[in-house]
């Protein structure tokens, strides 16, 4: 089995990372000259730089299935570990943008999270969602592409299995 087979790796985000990155840099360095003509174009500009930066990371982040856990890194360095004891809950579903695009995604629970089980067409339901978007940011769950057996096989062999498989329904 190949390393690249258990990763949540897309060569596209890594672009739009770079692309973030770099109209960040722009944005300070623009900032800086219109310092003194302005304050408040470079102050505007700064906090557009610092928006490109939060967003560059997020495009950055990826997950990586081993035998010890759950990989997570930021540019390819590895700033958390989340074994398999501390995954409460792994389930297959499908991305959230209809069925024409629909991408099969593998969401893990943390132990300190709440699951939550997408209705009848996929999308987990509003009054729910915005707990599920609060306990996304703060880690508690979190998902990566889902690129096929290698994956199944690893889930299975480190936590048993999947428990919610709404992709092969």
């Known amino acids: 089995m190949r390393k690249d087979d258990l990763a949540s790796c897309r060569p596209g985000r890594t672009v739009w990372a770079i692309v973030c990155f770099f109209f960040a840099v722009c944005n300070v360095l623009v900032s800086c000259r219109y310092w003194h003509s302005s304050a408040l174009n470079a102050f505007a500009l700064c906090c ?30 590895c700033y958390r570990v989340t ?35 997408p209705a009848e067409d996929g999308r987990i339901p509003d009054d729910p969602y915005r707990a599920f978007c609060q306990e996304r940011m703060a880690g508690k769950n979190f998902q990566m592409d889902y690129t096929g057996d290698a994956q199944r096989a690893c889930i299975v062999k480190n936590h048993g299995g999947i428990d919610y498989d709404g992709w092969t329904k």
Do not use: C, N, S
């Not at 490109?52 to 081993?66: E, G, N």
């Not at 074994?83 to 943390?110: C, H, N, S, Y």
């Open 48 to 77: 557009l730089a610092i928006l490109d930066i939060v967003v560059a990371v997020q495009f950055a982040k990826q997950y990586h299935l081993t035998d010890d856990g759950i990989r997570h890194t930021v540019f390819g360095v």
């Open 83 to 117: 074994p398999w004891r501390e995954i409460q809950d792994v389930m297959l579903v499908r991305q959230q943008f209809g069925a024409g695009r629909a991408r099969p995604k593998l969401v893990f629970t943390r132990i300190d999270g709440t699951v939550y089980r």
